[in-house]
Every structure is written in C-alpha cells, then in structure tokens.
C-alpha cells in the first residue's frame, strides 16, 4: 500500500496541519478537533472497508473522544495508542498569540527575533532542526506518529491489532480519559480485543536545565490536590485581636508546607517534587475594612509509591502544626500589643478537620438532608464554576454552617486526581524497554535511559489502580465533589488492569512559549523506535 505519512517531510506537514487546527483545552476548537481527525482517517482505504472502527465517542459535557482500530485478521492481541489533543492556552506568547498555532511561520518569526531568545533556545534554532509552536511538542508530534502506525499496522506490519486513543481535557481534568475507561472495556467485548498493553507518546521532559538525555517511561507519577479552606473571625482592622486574619492562617500553612522536603519520595534515583501552591486566596468579594476571614490555598502534590493514607496523615499533620504555629504567634503579637494598651490577651485554639470530619459535623448539626439540599443548590446556582472553585464553595458553605467550631483549618481535596502507574516489575515492559534501548543504540547511536515515572502528569495514570480503596478512601471522603460532578471509575480502570510504557518526541519548554519539537527525531528516529516497541511487545509472551 501507498503510505501518507511515513516521511519526514509527510510526517511534518501532518503535524502542521493538527497544530494549526487550534485545541485549547475548553475551548470549541478542542470540541471539534476530534472530528477533524475523524475525516483524516476516514478515506483510507482500511476505514472505507472497516467504518466501524472508527469511531467518535462523546462525553457528558459535549467533547468527544476518538478510537480508531486496525483489526489484523485473527489476531485478539492489542496494544492502545494513547495520546490527547488538548492544549494549554497561548496568553504567554504575548504579541506573538496570533502566531502560536503556525508552527511554519512562528519559527520564521524568531529567526528574525532572536533577541527574545534565550542562547540554548537560540543555538537550538539556528540548527534548523526544531519547530516552535502550542501543541507541537504536547502533544500533536506523538499523535501525528501514532497515525503513522495505524498505517503500518493496515499494511500488515505487526502481529497484533492497534487501537489508536486521543482524548481530550489531559490538561486539566482528564474527563476525556475517564470517560474512555468504559468503551475500552466495551471495545474489548465487541471486537473481541485482548489488551497487552497501554503505549503513550508523551514527548520526553527534561529532569534539569539543558537535559540532552533521551528517556523511556515505564509508569507515570501521581497527583492529589491538596485544599485548606482557613476559616478565621471577622472583625474591624481597628480591632485587630478581636478577629482572626485567615490569610495569616494560610501563610503559616504555606511556611510549613511550601517546597516541603518531607513530602519527597525517593523510588531508586526519582525523586518527587516538593509540594507547591497553585492557588491561595482571601474570600471577600470586595473591598472593605473587615480582615479577611475566609482564605483558601490549593497544593500540588506528586506521588510514586506513597499510600494516600499516609499522605493524608502528614496533610493532617502539617495542619495541626500549622493550627499550633496560629495559636502561638498570636499570643504572641497580643501580649506585644497587651505592653502598650493594657488588657489580658485571651489564647486562641485553632480546630483541625477533614472535609469528612466538617460533612459529619454539619450532617449532625443540621441534618443529612439540609446539607445535602445546600450542596445540590450550590452545585446548581454555580454550575459554571470548575471544580476546584466548586470544591471550595462546597467547603465554604459547610464551614459557614458549622461556623462554631471557627476559627478552623478544614482539609479537603480537589479534582483531578492521578493515581501514580509503574510497570517496574512487569516482565514483558521490561524486556521490551531492555531490548529498545539496545536496538536505539546499535541502530541510531542514541542512548536511552528507562524512567519509571514520567514526570509531567499523564492519562496513562488510568490504566491501572494498584491503591487499596480502604486507602483511596482518605482522599475521596474528604473530596466534595467526589460521587457528584467527579468520579473515578475504579471498576473500569481495574478491569483493564494493563501495564504501560511510554515511547515519544524529544521536545522542550512544554507549557511555554518556546515550546518546540525537534524534528530529525521525531519523525527520523522515533517511528522506527516507537515500531519497534510494539512488535517487542506483541513478540514477548504475557
């Protein structure tokens, strides 16, 4: 057969064309980019024969998520292509936003604007090699090469079936992934389809600055986002001691919590990350000469091998460090404050609870179906919210109600959560990453390094659920919007049960606006490696 995208000039053009076709995660470009796909591979030959297994599948909200089958006669054994389609938002190019999604003529433009460039950027440039734009490198090269599989699975070249996934919300809540969980397993039923294994095309991540190393995963790292909504005690800011400034309540968290080397976890030379805040705020709605009373802050937390139970027990902690940090610092600045205005400082006690903790103590105080009524109202009267600010009204509206326990630190969590993934100890990802660094360095001198965590977040994340649910309860007991606007499918991700690897481009800078893609590699290079990762794979006994 004739192949369309087997070159690298083919394979460039083709992703082109899926960058320009904008995809911004929410936006209508991403509730349409599916289609476009759709039609790309339609008029193949194998879709003419076969328009069955190719299919768009929708999700609650409207998107839609695509699965394209080659079938190889006989076979039952198959591998899933997983990729995303979305993309972040383009505010960080600046003047050049209109240029983000024109990979062509952006890399034009900074040859003429070198001077933004920073030199490792610049030297990159100047070799002609890379293409700058939204998508290219995160992640439209890896599905513009898995395309290309399905090519070569049509033209008889595997032993085995390939069943190519692309979703989309990777970037923020993965709500095409979740949805996916269950048609796989429908798929499976269909076709009579046996899963061997998951192979995504994330493009590699640098592990420090001016990286030059190539890397294979064999798993992904976890995420939990990490709330504490500060409830403190209104008062005037003439009065300062007769209140409670929740924003000083959350500064003492985040001393404590912030960049955290205890919440490290080493899994042989990977480490974790320290936690970070993503987001911290006051409530107040406008200005006015009452303290703040309400705060929240949001943080992110990476995990490998750690239980959620023991994560949640050190969340709890550090907040009843922090609770004590409050407690004594005010004292302190009132006894300061007691030397020039004579009074006797009263001491302050700061409660500690889990959203859990707060949701049987409003359900006591007011009733199951009161505090359910005024979940559901809010969840209505502020519907358009994303889940994270949902998750922190809900938490709100409860601490409000339970406000005799303020001033309190409540502990709660938000979507999404990634469950950490590992094939360590797999026997066939292990012999086929063994046999695929072999064959990269005998056949392009190319020297790559097994990882088994890929750093950047993935959906790869829900092909397995190795976590107890007596485990996993923590961290869903204590998120409001758990079992309402979000779910995890545990059943359906245990039913696929599948180990995973990821084979992808060399890019750099995701997330900025000098991402690039690098182009003798992806479209040279990878191809053949990324073949030859799944023929290992169908060859290797389960």
């Not at 095309?201 to 190539?214: A, G, I, K, L, V």
């Not at 309540?249 to 490290?264: G, K, Q, W």
């Not at 995973?500 to 290079?525: M, S």
Request: proline residues 5%; aromatic residues 10%.
């Amino acid at each position: 057969m004739a192949f369309q995208w087997k070159t690298k000039e083919k394979l460039t053009e083709l992703l082109t064309k899926l960058v320009e076709y904008d995809s911004i995660t929410g936006s209508e470009g991403e509730a349409t980019f599916p289609e476009y796909v759709y039609y790309l591979l339609k008029d193949l030959d194998y879709y003419q024969q076969e328009p069955e297994h190719l299919t768009l599948h929708p999700i609650k909200d409207g998107r839609r998520f695509l699965t394209a089958l080659v079938k190889k006669p006989g076979a039952s054994k198959t591998i899933v292509l997983l990729s995303h389609f979305d993309v972040v938002d383009v505010q960080d190019y600046g003047d050049l936003k209109h240029l983000a999604f024109r990979p062509r003529e952006l890399t034009n433009m900074f040859t003429m604007r070198k001077e933004l460039l920073s030199d490792p950027v610049k030297t990159e440039l100047e070799t002609g090699d890379w293409l700058f734009g939204r998508g290219t490198m995160d992640m439209k090269a890896g599905l513009t090469v898995q395309i290309a599989m399905l090519e070569r699975a049509m033209a008889g070249e595997f032993d085995g079936n390939l069943l190519l996934l692309t979703v989309p919300d990777e970037e923020a809540n993965s709500s095409g992934m979740l949805a996916a969980c269950e048609i796989l397993n429908q798929l499976k039923k269909t076709h009579g389809l046996e899963y061997e294994t998951c192979v995504n095309s994330e493009p590699m991540f640098t592990r420090y600055p001016n990286d030059q190393n190539y890397y294979i995963y064999t798993g992904s790292i976890g995420k939990i986002l990490a709330g504490f909504f500060c409830y403190g005690k209104e008062t005037h800011v003439g009065e300062p001691f007769s209140g409670l400034n929740a924003t000083a309540m959350s500064a003492e968290i985040s001393r404590l919590l912030e960049l955290n080397e205890e919440y490290c976890e080493k899994a042989g030379d990977e480490v974790t990350p320290p936690p970070t805040c993503l987001l911290q705020k006051d409530l107040k709605d406008e200005y006015s000469v009452q303290i703040p009373h309400l705060s929240v802050s949001l943080y992110n937390l990476l995990i490998m091998r750690r239980p959620l139970s023991e994560v949640h027990t050190m969340l709890k902690k550090t907040a009843l460090a922090a609770a004590e940090g409050i407690e004594k610092k005010y004292l302190q600045k009132a006894k300061a404050f007691s030397d020039l205005v004579s009074y006797q400082p009263d001491p302050l006690k700061v409660t500690v609870l889990s959203y859990k903790e707060l949701f049987e103590l409003a359900i006591e105080k007011a009733g199951r179906q009161e505090v359910e009524r005024r979940i559901v109202n809010l969840t209505a009267s502020m519907g358009g919210l994303d889940d994270r600010s949902l998750s922190i009204q809900i938490a709100a509206e409860l601490s409000g109600l339970c406000k005799e326990q303020s001033p309190m630190i409540v502990l709660f969590y938000a979507p999404p959560y990634y469950p950490a993934v590992s094939s360590a100890g797999d026997e066939r990802i292990e012999k086929t990453a063994s046999d695929l660094k072999e064959y990269a360095k005998m056949t392009y001198n190319i020297s790559l390094e097994s990882i088994n965590y890929f750093p950047g977040l993935s959906d790869l994340s829900f092909f397995q659920l190795k976590e107890g649910e007596e485990s996993m309860s923590d961290l869903m007991d204590s998120m409001p919007l758990y079992g309402k606007q979000y779910t995890l499918p545990i059943k359906a991700i245990k039913n696929l049960n599948m180990p995973v690897i990821n084979v992808g481009p060399v890019g750099r800078d995701a997330h900025q606006w000098t991402e690039r893609v690098h182009l003798p590699y992806t479209f040279e290079k990878l191809p053949d490696l990324l073949a030859f990762t799944i023929q290992s794979i169908f060859k290797e006994p389960a």
